[in-house]
Antibody, heavy 121, light 110 residues
Framework: QVRLVESGGGVVRPGRSLRLSCAASGFSFDNYGMHWIRQAPGKGLEWVAVIWLDGKNKFYAEALKGRFIISRDSSKSMVYLQMNSLRVEDTAVYYC??????????????WGQGTLVTVSS | QSVLTQPPSVSAAPRQKVTISCSGSNSNIGNNYVSWYQQFPGTAPKLLIYDNNKRPSGIPDRFSGSKSGTSATLGITGLQTGDEADYFCAAWDASLSAVAFGGGTKLTVL
């Protein structure tokens, strides 16, 4: 079945970097855009970034531009989120999600189970 | 502050109907499809409605979506205690080249 599994979360000091991974299975990975979405404790959903199915178009939340980098590896059906210069306010559960439209939509199905990133000194 | 505006909470009695609004602008809801998500505590969100008013396989027809201009609405009929959850709307925003989310609405079934 269609499945997304995130990994790479953990506790990290402010200013450090972390790379999240999302393993996709059960579908033709190259036919879908992939997003990262996060949710701070007790807060709502915040969109982070998208990489379109072509792998060339990438868009980021304005507030995260320059610190976060999204990428994909079609040979491994993987999506990554490189997070640099982490701040306390980046603490959140990070979800990856599939976009049936290729990348420029708000339709996400399915979502992964999420991976928790805690930025703390 | 979210790009899309939802009421923080709504409530209704079992077996009743409730609607949740989502207000945006021409750059998002006005010219793009709206999706709705249901999220229970401690779990990942689940797609409830896509393309403004379509239900994925397995979503009961008690859930419906509509859109008019720059606003969208999620409707839930025959409320059950199991519907208590957070509900989020989302749409692509062409001006931002980003996905816009609503702040979320907590549904309480009294």
């Amino acid at each position: 079945q269609v499945r997304l599994v995130e990994s790479g979360g953990g506790v990290v000091r402010p200013g450090r970097s972390l790379r999240l991974s999302c393993a996709a299975s059960g579908f033709s990975f190259d036919n879908y855009g992939m997003h990262w979405i996060r949710q701070a404790p007790g807060k709502g959903l915040e969109w982070v970034a998208v990489i379109w199915l072509d792998g060339k178009n990438k868009f980021y939340a304005e507030a995260l531009k320059g610190r976060f980098i999204i990428s994909r590896d079609s040979s491994k059906s993987m999506v990554y989120l490189q997070m640099n210069s982490l701040r306390v306010e980046d603490t959140a559960v990070y979800y990856c999600a599939r976009d049936p439209r290729g990348g420029n939509s708000g339709e996400f199905d399915p979502w992964g189970q999420g991976t928790l990133v805690t930025v703390s000194s | 502050q979210s790009v899309l505006t939802q009421p923080p909470s709504v409530s209704a009695a079992p077996r009743q109907k409730v609607t949740i609004s989502c207000s945006g602008s021409n750059s998002n809801i006005g010219n793009n499809y709206v999706s709705w998500y249901q999220q229970f505590p401690g779990t990942a969100p689940k797609l409830l409605i896509y393309d403004n008013n379509k239900r994925p396989s397995g979503i009961p027809d008690r859930f419906s979506g509509s859109k008019s201009g720059t606003s969208a609405t999620l409707g839930i009929t025959g409320l059950q205690t199991g519907d208590e959850a957070d509900y989020f709307c989302a749409a692509w925003d062409a001006s931002l080249s980003a996905v816009a989310f609503g702040g979320g609405t907590k549904l309480t079934v009294l």
